[in-house]
């Protein structure tokens, strides 16, 4: 038997079910489509500073890279091999890719942490994680990036003229690695 008092609403007409799924149940309340307003507005905003951040890294890779071709070719000229410098530069852009992922994930932990802690009235809760696949996935695109952009100066090092990078003739050669058009 159906119950006809429970299937009618206050007002005595029928009752009116709306199947939604979890995050839009969470947002109810507010206009449609503001949860994902929210998150994507989050998200973008996040890649924008990540794009400014992982910009301004390579820009000052690829000056660092540039200024060291004096000292570079030095090491060149007292009989260190092309190998070794690559080697070295290599190692060192390895260092800071490790070092940028850590400083990420512990500032990924920290804002987790800080949003549970301070999470205004209106926003439910929300279990957040760091799961380990897209932690994976950064270091690994860190790790890339900053060996790609380590690299590249250091490449052009390698194929330098000794005399030239001695004589300190290299200025031309230094500026063609900034051009993007």
Do not use: Y
């Amino acid at each position: 038997n159906i119950d006809p008092v429970a299937w009618t609403s206050a007002k005595g007409g029928p009752r009116r079910v709306t199947v939604m799924n979890e995050l839009e149940a969470r947002f109810a309340g507010g206009a449609p489509g503001a949860a994902t307003f929210i998150i994507l507005s989050a998200a973008g905003a996040i890649a924008a500073i990540v794009s400014i951040a992982c910009v301004n890294l390579a820009t000052m890779l690829l000056a660092r890279g540039a200024a060291r071709t004096r000292e570079l070719t030095i090491r060149l000229a007292v009989g260190a091999s092309r190998v070794r410098i690559l080697r070295q530069l290599a190692t060192e852009s390895l260092l800071i890719a490790v070092a940028g992922a850590a400083v990420a994930l512990a500032a990924t932990w920290a804002g987790i942490r800080l949003f549970d802690a301070w999470r205004p009235d209106g926003i439910p809760a929300v279990d957040l994680a760091i799961d380990w696949r897209v932690a994976l996935f950064a270091a690994v695109a860190a790790a890339f990036a900053t060996l790609l952009f380590g690299l590249t100066p250091a490449a052009h090092v390698v194929r330098l003229a000794i005399v030239e990078g001695m004589k300190g003739r290299v200025s031309g050669a230094r500026t063609r690695w900034f051009r993007f058009g």
